[in-house]
């Protein structure tokens, strides 16, 4: 069983600065892409960020410039890094990992429980 815990989310003022961490634990025999996604209260969950293999990334528009996702090689943790936050990133923060448990096995998505950021003064 694959679990996904996110941590780091807290109240912050706006430009600040925050670290999000996700612990990937379980059976994972190898993973594609992790990425982290945001929803805010009655909106849509959004792609904030996504690493794929290790290394190629991409960021959604409003966050390019502020916020670096990264990884480690064993694929166990997956970072966001926030800058200069902004009132309008607020949200719960999930993480999610593409990822099969055997070698044979599918690719599946797997999901944290979300982690909250409010950005406020």
């Known amino acids: 069983q694959v679990r996904l815990v996110e941590s780091g989310g807290t109240l912050v003022q706006p430009g600040g600065s925050l670290r999000l961490s996700c612990a990937a634990s379980?059976?994972?025999?190898?993973?594609?892409?992790m990425a982290w996604y945001r929803q805010s209260e009655g909106k849509q969950r959004d792609l904030v960020a996504q690493?794929?293999?290790?290394?190629?990334?991409t960021y959604a528009d409003s966050v390019k410039g502020r916020f670096t996702i990264s990884g480690d090689n064993t694929w166990n943790r997956v970072y966001l890094q926030m800058n200069n936050l902004k009132p309008e990133d607020t949200a719960v923060y999930y993480c999610?990992?593409?990822?099969?448990?055997?070698?044979?096995?599918?690719?599946?998505?797997?999901w944290g429980q979300g982690t909250q950021v409010t950005v406020s003064s």
């Open positions: 999610s990992a593409d990822l099969k448990t055997s070698i044979r096995g599918p690719y599946d998505t797997y």
């Open positions: 379980g059976t994972i025999f190898k993973a594609s892409a």
């Open positions: 690493i794929v293999e290790g290394a190629s990334t």
